[in-house]
């Protein structure tokens, strides 16, 4: 299990500009999740994939926001024209096929996005 | 829709000193419950779960926290906190009928004192 991978660590871009970030999930994990963290919240969700399915988008989704998960594994989130409210830490987690349950999801250390 | 409520901000306790951190959820049918930790910086780690059965369940670094249906909460707890405790802490609400995704709350800072 070598974790969920998060790259780059940080971006920092004028607004405008538009960023992608990458997630790289568990292995076998067939979940995928985004969610968004701006300072002294909890985390926001914004968008789960199940395998290359993109099954729901928050409505803090806006059409400036996309994301992709081709073939089912690595997920991109890009974020074009970014304004200074994109300012946040954007976390991907996976999490396994569940059976009877919910399994827990399995966070990346995030990206953090700051827009000058 | 499912939703989480951590009361306090801010907690400050000693080292050595007993710590709880209140969650409260609104869910309509079974909840399964979680709580995270987040050191500066950093991801979320799980401490631990809970989807059924024993109300009180344990999980790592000595934390545990009890289910109370009647109240809707899901109360984190540690006997004795050292100074590595010092994080965020987030509870969160999940469900199956929603994909899995978790609810979180807004979090619990908390800080240790020497």
């Not at chain 1, 960023?19 to 985004?34: A, G």
């Not at chain 1, 988008?57 to 081709?70: N, V």
């Not at chain 2, 979090?107 to 004192?113: A, P, Q, S």
Request: charge should be positive; aromatic fraction near 12%.
């Amino acid at each position: 299990d070598t974790g969920v991978s998060q790259n780059p660590r940080h971006k920092i871009t004028k607004r405008g500009q538009n960023v992608t970030f990458r997630c790289d999930p568990i292995s076998e994990h067939n979940r995928l999740y985004w969610y968004r963290q701006t300072l002294g919240q909890g985390p926001e969700f914004l968008t789960y994939f199940q395998n290359e399915a993109q099954l729901e988008k928050s409505r803090l989704l806006s059409d400036r926001f996309s994301a992709e998960r081709p073939k089912g594994s690595f997920s991109t989130l890009e974020i074009q024209r970014t304004e200074q409210g994109d300012s946040a830490m954007y976390l991907c987690a996976s999490s396994p096929p569940g059976g009877t349950a919910i399994s827990p999801l399995h966070f990346g250390n995030g990206t953090r996005l700051t827009v000058t | 829709a499912q939703s989480v409520t951590q009361p306090d901000i801010h907690i400050t306790v000693s080292e050595g000193a007993s710590l709880e951190l209140r969650c409260n959820y609104s869910y309509g049918a079974t909840p399964y419950l979680f709580w995270y930790v987040q050191s500066p910086g950093q991801g979320l780690q799980l401490l631990l779960k809970y989807f059924s059965g024993d109300t009180l369940v344990q999980g790592i670094k000595g934390f545990e926290a009890e289910f109370k249906r009647s109240q809707s909460s899901f109360n984190l707890r540690k006997p004795s906190v050292h100074w590595s405790d010092a994080a965020e802490y987030f509870c969160a609400v999940g469900a199956r009928a929603a994909g899995n995704k978790l609810t979180f709350g807004g979090g619990t800072r908390v800080l240790v004192k020497p």
